[in-house]
């Protein structure tokens, strides 16, 4: 199973152990780019730049971790997402938008606390297992 990672699933997990289970029963554990600008991003505004910039890298250095590049076809799901959510009038923020894609396009299930990834049926929702 490959599980992309939402900021926030980052995030909890470094915090509390949250997605524990799910990072060790994956096969591949997707970190989608647009993710990586909000952490460094979380990480410029907080007080421990250094300390959690050195746990992001340990984490990119583990086998069954990757980056997943925004490309064309990214692009393209992100446009098909985008009108699918225009025409439903169900708008949800921008990055989450290419975050879905991302998932999307590596065929992944997407660990995620925010609510409004259900807006999209075509994106799988990863269940926290316990």
Same mark, same amino acid.
């Given at each position: 199973? *490959?599980?992309?990672?939402?900021?926030?699933?980052?995030?909890? &997990?470094?915090?509390?152990?949250? &997605?524990?289970? *799910?990072?060790?029963?994956?096969?591949?554990?997707?970190?989608?780019?647009?993710?990586?600008?909000?952490? %460094?991003?979380?990480?410029?505004?907080? +007080?421990?730049?250094?300390?959690?910039?050195?746990?992001?890298? %340990?984490?990119l250095?583990?086998?069954?971790?990757?980056?997943?590049?925004?490309?064309?076809?990214t692009?393209?799901?992100?446009?098909?997402?985008?009108?699918?959510?225009?025409?439903? +009038?169900r708008?949800i923020?921008? *990055?989450?938008? &290419?975050?879905a894609?991302?998932?999307? %396009?590596?065929?992944g299930?997407?660990?995620?606390?925010?609510?409004?990834?259900?807006?999209?049926?075509?994106?799988?929702?990863?269940?926290?297992?316990?």
């Amino acid at each position: 199973m *490959n599980l992309v990672l939402d900021t926030n699933a980052y995030s909890d &997990w470094r915090r509390t152990g949250r &997605w524990a289970e *799910n990072l060790a029963l994956a096969d591949r554990v997707i970190l989608p780019s647009i993710v990586l600008g909000e952490l %460094e991003y979380g990480f410029i505004r907080g +007080g421990r730049t250094a300390a959690n910039r050195s746990a992001l890298a %340990e984490f990119l250095r583990e086998p069954q971790v990757e980056v997943a590049p925004v490309t064309h076809a990214t692009g393209r799901i992100y446009a098909e997402l985008l009108l699918y959510l225009r025409g439903k +009038g169900r708008p949800i923020p921008t *990055n989450d938008i &290419w975050i879905a894609a991302q998932a999307k %396009e590596v065929n992944g299930e997407l660990a995620a606390r925010d609510g409004h990834f259900s807006e999209l049926p075509m994106v799988m929702l990863a269940r926290e297992i316990h």
